[in-house]
């Protein structure tokens, strides 16, 4: 389970990352691995580059975790790759289709991706043909995929049944995927995302550190929004949630305030009492939010499959 507003379950078939923009400065799950590298966790003992990465977070593929969803039998929203990023240049395509396999298995859930290389997810999902079979967009991804369900095959999943390529639509009706946009210096990802096959595509504007006036919701379908928190955090000016909220509500995107961080830049008055600029316990707590901000919406078809 996890304490993510947005969902319900976390997988985490691969582990490690490496820090590429200024929201990743002060990256929890960093922190996090190299706790859990203290104390003996066996996934958390490669160590990445210094310069990028930190102790027990170097990008690791683990096949033994690749079936854990397969043994789930009640629905759940599931965040992939929670302390890692699903596309990161490291993880090999082979083992992003075995993942993609398992995904398509089990229909039964929905899988929620959230990365910050979405031209990678781009490319590879939509995987245009160089064969000169004129092969739709996509067609030689699903073929690995189902080659992680063929029980001859080096690639192989253990208890996946052949056919997922006949049995599933593409893009994969259960599988979301977002990207992390933390300011207007990295509102070109969501040009990516819109290129990319999803079911949903959705945004995380977590942690939001500057304000996104060139965003393009247009082919988006869902928008979180969250400011910093822990140590160091940085300031959140309510002034750039209720920018995207307007954004958000311009074209019919589903808004999920998700908490408002550390520190805002702005006191407000809720039930007669003002609330000062500092406070986790508040940021976390949307009774203590103005009406306005206390958001928290899913995309159509989340509403609609509820």
Same mark, same amino acid.
């Given at each position: ?40 966790q066996a996934k958390y003992q490669n160590d990445g580059d210094p310069r990028t990465s930190g ?49 398509? &298995?089990?229909?039964?859930? !929905? ?10 997810? /781009? *490319?590879?999902? $939509? ?66 995302l819109s290129n990319t096959p999803a079911a949903i595509r959705f945004i995380s504007a977590e ?40 954004? &958000?509500?311009?074209?019919? !995107? ?10 805002? /830049? *702005?006191?407000? $008055? ?37």
């Amino acid at each position: 389970m996890t304490n993510i507003q947005w969902t319900e379950q976390t997988w985490n078939p691969t582990t490690g990352c490496d820090r590429i923009s200024d929201g990743c400065l002060n990256c929890y799950a960093l922190s996090m691995a190299k706790r859990l590298k203290g104390m003996g966790q066996a996934k958390y003992q490669n160590d990445g580059d210094p310069r990028t990465s930190g102790p027990g977070f170097a990008l690791t593929t683990h096949l033994d975790v690749l079936t854990e969803p397969l043994r789930w039998k009640k629905p759940r929203k599931v965040f992939v790759n929670s302390m890692s990023d699903l596309f990161h240049a490291r993880v090999p395509r082979k083992f992003l289709a075995q993942v993609f396999a398992v995904m398509a &298995a089990t229909p039964q859930h !929905t899988y929620q991706i959230l990365t910050k290389r979405p031209e990678r997810a /781009a *490319r590879i999902l $939509t995987d245009l043909c160089t064969c000169g079979a004129g092969h739709p967009p996509g067609e030689h991804f699903r073929s690995s995929m189902e080659w992680a369900a063929t029980s001859h095959s080096p690639n192989y999943v253990p208890g996946l049944e052949h056919g997922i390529y006949h049995r599933s639509r593409w893009p994969l009706p259960n599988v979301w995927i977002g990207t992390s946009i933390e300011s207007a210096a990295y509102a070109r990802r969501a040009d990516a995302l819109s290129n990319t096959p999803a079911a949903i595509r959705f945004i995380s504007a977590e942690p939001l550190i500057g304000p996104i006036p060139n965003l393009d919701l247009s082919d988006i379908d869902w928008l979180i929004i969250g400011g910093e928190s822990g140590p160091g955090a940085r300031p959140l000016q309510i002034d750039w949630v209720e920018d995207l909220l307007t954004n &958000a509500a311009e074209t019919a !995107t589903a808004p999920f305030v998700k908490q408002l961080g550390s520190v805002w /830049a *702005r006191d407000w $008055t809720v039930n007669g009492k003002t609330v000062a600029a500092h406070g986790d316990t508040k940021a976390g707590n949307p009774d203590h939010w103005p009406a306005h901000l206390r958001v928290r919406e899913y995309p159509q078809q989340a509403a609609a499959d509820a």
